[in-house]
């Protein structure tokens, strides 16, 4: 028997050589000019907002029509059980170790193991509860004054007359054009989504971040409308046609994906845990901390790849 790569790969590697795959095959179908797939992923991140773009990705790529999942104990806490013979969707999950330092326990990711969630439609029981936010159709006023609220606890919200575009950024303000964005809330609700997620990726204190120096003017975009994109659905607003354009004018290529995929998620993430603090738990930043150590460990092993 001969002994290969994959014998040695553990179930956390291979799930992220999955996603790596993963990227590859989406910036392919868009090189090809079909963004269906790109769209019914950042659809599926929508309804799994506090999952890592990492994870909606294993999920999307073995199960789209996932909807909501969860692990098998916790459905239980749900009232409903995973039915039999139903099959799991792995996804990674951090190994978490807990050290004393001065005094305090401090958690740090250690490394990533794969773990096993089920589809909402592979389980029976007592009925799911709706999501709130999803039913909310159109963006109504209301809806918008809340969202509105909760950007300002970071980037307070003008109108004013901009004369052209619908919203503008300088990373400490975000400017709605009055005149637009009165007219209808459903605008006025993507376009601060928007500029919003240019803030949290690009754009702070009148200056590009780092991050955003090395992104061409067409990602920087994609990026802050795809997120957009996904939080408008999420309060019923549809932003597809113009979402499309942004996913067009933008040059194919896996690496920048992997970047832009990440960025979304980011800026997703961040915006829902100001509308919905309640959604995030323990569980939850301890994946992102996964994340983020899986990121740091990626781009070492790069640097090291570059070096050599
Ligand atoms: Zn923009």
Redo the contacts with the bound molecule.
Sequence with gaps: MTHTDADTMTKGERLNAEIREHVERLSAELAKGRTEELVNYLKLMGQLYHYSWGNVLLIFRQRPDAGRVAGFHAWKKFGRHVKKGAKGISIRAPIVRTSEEGGEAVRRVVSVRGATVFSEHDTEGDPLPTLDITSAQGGTPELLRGVIAAAAQSFPVEYQALGGPVGITDGRVIYLDRVKCDADPGIALTTLF?EWA?CILHVREGQRTEEARGKSHALV?LE??SAAYVLSGLHGVDTLPSTNNYIQSYGANPERLFDALESIGHAVRTIMKALRPEAFDEEQHSRERADAARRSAEKRHQQGCHAA
């Design positions: 928007h240019h975009e802050a409308e």
